[in-house]
């Protein structure tokens, strides 16, 4: 997994234009503590790797009030590939057993040093490690 990511950071970082494992892809980005960073920097990613991202801010997503949060969660699953939710921890415990795929809490993905996402810090310390010879 780490080689793919690495793989996967290389070919970002010289911009090549072929490589897109999102193609076809869709993600619903629900967002119900708004974040201009998370939301950029998560739509200009999907983008960039060949995904369509689609924006449902607190107004238009109404989570739980206009219809019952297990339906709102279901139906963006039938339509979407992934969803990303940057949601308070109330909501996130109230909708997660109603992803039925792969469901991203932006949350965890804060700039934060310490609410830094697991994976990013195993992919830099095993880069900051020098290679066995």
């Known amino acids: 997994m780490l080689d793919s990511a690495l793989m996967a950071k290389q070919k970002l970082r010289e911009r090549d234009e072929s490589f897109k494992p999102f193609s076809g892809k869709t993600m619903a980005m629900i967002f119900t503590k708004p974040s201009m960073r998370t939301r950029v920097s998560f739509e200009t990613g999907f983008y960039r790797l060949g995904g369509h991202a689609i924006y449902l801010d607190p107004n238009s997503i109404q989570l739980g009030s206009r219809e019952p ?24 415990r109230h909708c997660a057993p109603f992803f039925l795929h792969h469901a991203l809490s932006a949350v965890a993905f804060s700039h934060s040093p310490g609410r830094r996402n697991p994976f990013h810090r195993i992919l830099s310390i095993s880069q900051s490690i020098p290679p066995c010879r």
């Open 69 to 92: 949060t297990e339906d709102i969660a279901r139906v963006l699953s039938r339509y979407n590939d992934i969803i990303m939710a940057r949601l308070f921890d109330h909501q996130v």
